[in-house]
């Protein structure tokens, strides 16, 4: 069963369309990840699967956000409170400025499971403890009355997730979890996100620019650019052959794609501001396949298995 | 431009946009026309003011607002709206040297002793709580009442008193902005000290003094014309606002004009004042609109 | 190995920062005294001229605070740091002064290291002003020719920083840098906040920079697979302290000591066919206020014994063509993490 069908979402800032034509589909357990760089989009776009937009600022124009069969977009304030940590949680990327830094790390999940569920104070304070030490946090039952600047870097990031898991949401949107930990760290916590997808069958959609971090942990992934999704699939098929040219592009300007001291086959140019997209397929003036026909939008098509590619060449996929 | 320059800003300052008249800061545009205003007029008083502000008129005394006398005349029958316009010249003058000065002194102590840091910072720290332990206006008048009274006492006092402010707002930017990268930077390069601090620090910290300082002319006008009406400062028959509320006084109840337009003059100043301080503010990225 | 001089000549260099307490001389109350974090705790290393070395290491562990103790930005409270010959002290200006007109620093955030008020070619246009690099009426075409240099058109020189995007203003620190000619450079982080695809185009420019210019290159960052591509020697620092130290293939093919067969075990591969490494290391690593005693990788070491929480810190030794700091032999390593 489909756990999250997102249909032709479109956001905007005033009268510029920043996101568009955003097809997503995840299915229970399963973990999704959005790949991009920085102005594809892929920060505003999880946001708005929670409503969780900046109000006068952002906006969704179009499309649906079908969690467990319901569309999230036209539902109100307060019935959206209702779905958010319930069911959809939400890590973000920087632990320091995401924990209130004034309350103590166990009341911080308490007051979740409180909240939405109405526990007795016991109650939480037990599920509280429970959560710690299924994010591996040593000694829960003494860690519970810490502050979050007692914790070390990835510790706050662990109980970031307790936090987010605390109603038990069967969706767990994790935006740039890892970018700002040291590597040793970030192994860590992607093992634990795993571990828990294992143990809760909790679904996880992990934004990153990381494409390691994608083939180690992600089932499938959705590539953006520009603000739309420029190719989506198994990620073998995406790592191994990539259909669409940036997909090939990213992965080929790694620096352990190159022999060592060679110079990196790079895309020129740079991404896009919003405001001042390209005509037509929004990669196409850094594209090394362009044509005439770039100038018109490439509509996001299957190609093969369950693929999805928006290029108007993308009809054989070419291996890496 | 990014998603939220995009869509920042009311309606007015969109609708400047989309006529190519950029994002419109109507603090800024209002508040300058204001001032400009008053200093056109103080600065062409002799060719606006109908009369001769100082001059006895002793047969047209105590008149109200009427034609020959638009913001009527006061007990020697001097025409107010000539003395208001003169005035304007004087507390205009106030307003800006009365800044001014502080301003210099201040910022130049506070980049110093925020860069040096040490026994200099040190002690500039403690001569600045001793300033600042006494009442500013009772500072100033007692300062004032050991030099003679008078507009240029008012402006050393103002300046002894004056300079602690804009100090203590340079030295804490000046302290977070030595560690900043692109000072390492210069250092890394090879930049002298007093290179880095005249031609890099302080030029990113003067946005906050300026805006501090429109501010600031409010307060330094409110008290010159306090002053003055105390009697220490602008003697009469000059004509100045605040000299003008003190002879007033005596008439509130029968000649309601001698004090009320000075007053309102002081007002509007004040307020082109901080609505200028709003927008430079708004201008410098200090501030949301 | 050449047997040119070295370049750079770093030797048990120490950087301590106080971290809270008073020091009272005289007085000894416990609890109370000045607390010291050693953030370069007697590091030693040479660079020869037109190499390329590259520094690794997690958060805490001393590489930024290294790199800006080489140009004399920091206080040391020990060592010396000697280029071409000349002894470097921050305290002795005319050293400074030598060292900063032929060594330059790149940084990590690309519009921090820019001043926001000035033009970016104004920026450039005052090094050599100040280094006299160029006569009054030769400086804008030397601007010019830097920005061209860097890949970028001559026209953006009356920019801001602010006008550009990260690579732009990256490519101008890097021009900016080049300005004195310097034979040394610096990188800390420089690519560490640009996307994957910018940080392409910065390194292949730093690499064609560096090989057309002969630079010296010392190449800190967090990133192996970019120090991997990068740089010929590398060190790998924690908390203070250099555990490893050679040839980048030979480092990165055969590791030899537990934290980098650690730290290369925990960097993700771009093979979905690979599964996430087991988990190599315990715990995080301690708060540098309080520092284990002996080797201070040994509460986390999957190798640890008696010896290793002894007084004794490890100190490098060679074996083979890479030095480690561990009191054992460990046989290297192979790619797939396996002790053979």
Redesign the interface.
Known sequence: MSLLAVRDLAIA????L?VEDIDLDLSEGEVLGLVG??GSGKT?TCRALMRLLPE???RITRGSVALNGRDLVPLSEAAMRKVRGVEVGMIFQNPNSHLDPVMRIGDQIAESVRYHEGASRADARKRAIDLLRQVGIPDPAGRISAFPHEF????RQRAMIAVALACRPRLLIADEPTTAL???????V??LL?DLRDRLGLAIILVT?????V???CDSLAVMYAGRVMERGP??DL??APAHPYTE???K????S?A??A??????G??P????FPEGCRFHPRCPRAAGICRERPALLPAGGKRLVACHFAAPPRAA | MSAEALSRGNWLGRGFATLGLGHANLNLVLGGAIILGWALIAVFAPWIAPYDPIAHNLPEKLLGPGLSHPLGTDNFGRDILSRVIYGARIDLQMGILGVLFPFLIGTTLGAVAGYAGGWVDILLMRILDVVLAFPFLVLMLAIIAILQPGLTSFYIALALVGWVSYARLVRAQVLVLKTSDFVLAARSLGFGRLRILFRHILPNCIAGSIVFSMSDVVLVVLAGSSISYLGLGVQPPTAEWGVMIAEGQNFITTAWWITTFPGLAIVLMAFGFSLLADGLAERFGLRQP | MTAAAPLLQVRDLEVRFRAGGIDLPGLNVPGFGARYVNAVNRVSLSVAPGETIGIVGESGCGKSTLGRAILGLVETQGGEVRFAGDPVAPRDRTSIARLRARAAMIFQDPYASLNPKLDIGEAIAEVLRVHGKAAPDAIAARVAELLRLVGLSPELARRKPHQLSGGQCQRVGIARALAIEPSLIIADECVAALDVSIQAQILNLLMELQRRMSLSLVFISHDLGVVRHLCRRVAVMYLGRIVEIGLTEDVFAAPRHPYTRALLAAVPDIDPDRALAPAQLRGEPPSPLDLPAGCPFHPRCPHAQEICARGVVPELRRTGDIRVACHFDLPPMTQQGEDP
């Open positions: 800032a005033g009268r510029h920043l760089e920085s505003i006068g600022q952002l070390s870097g990835g510790m040291d590597v040793t760290v970030q192994a860590q992607l093992r795993l620019h990381n494409l390691g971090v083939a180690q942990t990620k073998r790592l191994r592009a990213l992965l300007c790694q620096p352990g190159a060592p001291a110079q990196l086959p790079a895309i020129p740079q991404p501001l919003a405001g001042v």
